[in-house]
């Protein structure tokens, strides 16, 4: 059974950083496009960044751009978000997800995720 697992999130002051893992089992990891999203409070879920099967490119969603790094590491089935410069309104419960249709395109929709991790919680304090 394919399963994904995020860690890593918490309560952050403004400007302050943290860096989110996703660890994933089963063949669900290694040959996909891998993705963050989130979701804020009685908002929907938003596309953060997403990264192709083996790295080599990434795309971010223009409000996390030059703050967030996404990497994975496919020899450890794990995929990070590394968050910093953070603002209240990054405050969401963060999903790791796998696109096991994709091997580099760099989808953003949700619809295009067929697996997804439990959240994890990232709180920005002013």
């Known amino acids: 059974q394919a399963q994904l697992v995020e860690s890593g999130g918490g309560l952050v002051q403004f400007g302050g950083s943290l860096r989110l893992s996703c660890a994933a089992s089963g063949s669900i990891f290694s040959r996909n496009t891998m993705g963050w999203f989130r979701q804020a409070a009685g908002k929907e879920r938003e596309f953060v960044a997403a990264i192709s099967w083996n790295g080599g490119t990434t795309r971010y969603a223009d409000s996390v751009k030059g703050r967030f790094t996404i990497s994975r590491d496919n020899a450890k089935s794990t995929m990070y978000l590394q968050m910093n410069s953070l603002k209240p309104e990054d405050t969401a419960v963060y999903y790791c997800?796998?696109?096991?249709?994709?091997?580099?395109?760099?989808?953003?929709?949700?619809?295009?995720?067929?697996?997804w991790g439990q959240g994890t919680q990232v709180t920005v304090s002013s």
């Open positions: 997800a796998a696109a096991s249709r994709y091997l580099n395109t760099l989808v953003q929709r949700v619809g295009e995720y067929d697996y």
